[in-house]
């Protein structure tokens, strides 16, 4: 069920052309549909986490393919949640009303699911292709998150009036220029990675 709702949420979030005939785009009501398909796909995995694994006889959980294992399981939700986080980040951008604060919050918050996501899935034996190309997006998104976070982070700093908020404002920005342009590399690896992608 979880997959299908992240397969769900994935076609809400293609552009299609607008009723002004310009380029295409989603739609904010597709926006937000989405962060609510993720969070329920979310609950599902970390339901099937919980409550379901447990119930298994140990050797039923052995046996199960590595796409069942609880890490991959786990990642799999953390994912759900970093990407609703992303879609939510995506709008506070978009709105006039959304502060840095809540931007910087967002962006934070997304470094916390993509991290844990990448913790729970770098020590798995994935060796089919699907399950490196799944590792290596994973590891694209928390570097995209760092660079998201110490952007806004940057941009609070530069308020200050101090020459030291001024000094880390600099240092901020520059971490992000860098992990921007470590998560260019790491997206074009995921597109290039088999099964390939654009």
Known sequence: ????????????????????GY????????RRASIDIFL????????AVRHVLPQLPSELRRNLPV??????????CLQALGQGVDIQLGMAIDSTK????????????????????????MNLPLSNGW????????????????AAAYYYHGLILDEG????????????LQAADEYFKE????????????????
Request: net charge positive.
């Open 40 to 47: 329920k796909a979310a609950g599902y995995l970390d339901c």
């Open 161 to 172: 009036n101090t020459e030291k908020s001024h000094g880390m404002a600099v240092a901020a």
């Open 1 to 20: 069920m979880a997959m299908l709702l992240l397969s769900q949420a994935n076609l809400l979030l293609l552009p299609r052309t607008s009723a002004d």
């Open 67 to 76: 796409d069942l294992a609880e890490g991959v399981l786990r990642a799999l």
């Open 98 to 121: 959304a502060t840095l604060a809540v931007k910087r919050r967002l962006a934070c918050e997304m470094v916390k699911y993509w991290q844990q996501a990448q913790d729970n899935i």
């Open 131 to 146: 399950g490196e190309k799944h590792r290596l997006f994973i590891k694209w998104k928390y570097i995209e998150a760092k």
């Open 23 to 30: 380029q295409p785009k989603v739609s904010e009501e597709s």
């Open 183 to 198: 998560s260019k590399r790491a997206c074009e690896v995921f597109n290039a990675a088999h099964p390939l992608s654009r």
